[in-house]
């Protein structure tokens, strides 16, 4: 009789979990299952984890170039740059007193150039309000430019072993998926909800390795597509599996489709030396970077005249000659075509550029010494070659 009592209690529990399960808004209360949680995913942290140079390293400025490196950014290429960067700027001092065209030369390649003048302006701010040194509580790393919650979190929880949260792409997509979240993490409701999980479950003990924890598991196997789902230490609790929601967890709106953009390009060439021009800071491209002069073709507009109006644009009256190339490149949601045509100062031109931005004539051996973004940097490494 106990027995057949005890079955019935546990079918009534069990109808109950489903229905809470089953609604749109199923949320099951982190507090409860918490603790077990955390152990198992630090275990399969401790078993699982890539060996990068930023992991285990308590420097605080060490982990905060690294995550502001990785933002929008693919570990595997940032690799190299770390490595390169901490050898060049090794401290905060270092980055604060460094010239721009210096932080910039390093940075050129990563793409979202604005996030390495995020970095310097933050650097020299640490210098002036806290003697180069990072603080250790959120509030006051959020007041530093260029330091946003993810930011903050990363940092104090990582190299102070703070018990702050962080929420990023991939614990977006663990966090929807092991509790079973619909609705739009980017809005106001679910982003809020978000925040909380992550700050209910961040433990007292390595708080940072839990935050590392879940972003490895959202990088490597609770992944957008093909989820490793039978390798995840939380996949026996994870409602969107359960449910059969991992293809449609998180709910992410749909992108805008890609805006193609069409660029003109002059390869302007004098005594040995071509012209480069340093993007004005208010550009919506590449600001303050050296690169080629060049324009937006316009409707109704030939590649070449484009090409002639950069130059001109640039100070220069120049002919066009034949065409050089043709140059792919994607920035978030721009596909951008760049041709590419050579060109030589019109006869009694100006030899030297004097337009209101700056300008500079560069030997070929020399264009690897200015900042440039990657589409200009392949046509100067193009251009050195056939030398």
Known sequence: MEKQRRAAAKRQVSSRERVVADRPEADPDPSRSASGLVTKLLAWYDLNRRELPWRGVRDPYAVWVSEVMLQQTQVSTVLGYYKAWMRRFPSIDALAAAREADVMHAWQGLGYYSRARRLQAGARAVVERHDGRLPADRTSLLALPGIGAYSAG??????????????????VR?????????????????????????????????????????????????????????????????????????????????????????????????????????????????????????VEVQAKESAEVAAARAARDAG?????????????????????????????????????????????????????????????????VRLAEHA
Request: with cysteine; hydrophobic share 45%.
């Open 316 to 380: 220069l009256a120049v002919r066009v000659r034949e065409h050089a190339g043709r140059l792919e490149h994607t920035i978030t949601r721009f596909r951008i075509t760049i041709e590419a045509f050579e060109a030589t100062v019109a006869p009694g031109a100006a030899t030297a550029a004097k337009p209101a931005r700056r300008a500079a004539w560069v030997a070929l051996r020399e264009l690897g010494d200015r900042a440039m973004p990657a589409p200009h940097r392949k046509l100067a």
């Open 154 to 171: 990363a940092i104090a929880s990582i190299a102070f072993g703070a018990r702050e949260p962080l929420v990023d792409g991939n614990v």
């Open 174 to 294: 663990v966090l929807t998926r092991r509790f079973g979240l619909r609705g739009d993490p980017g809005k106001g409701p679910l982003k809020r909800r978000l925040w909380e999980l992550a700050g209910s479950l961040v433990p007292g003990e390595r708080p940072g390795d839990f935050n590392q924890a879940l972003m490895e598991l959202g990088a490597t196997v609770c992944t957008p597509r093909a989820p490793n789902c039978k390798n995840c230490p939380w996949s026996g609790q994870c409602e969107a599996r359960r449910r059969g929601l991992v293809a449609v967890l998180p709910e992410l709106p749909p992108r805008a489709p890609p805006t193609r953009v069409r660029v003109a390009l002059a390869v302007v060439r004098n005594r040995g030396r071509v012209l480069l021009v340093e993007t004005p800071e208010d550009a919506p491209r590449w600001a303050g970077l050296w690169t080629f002069p060049h």
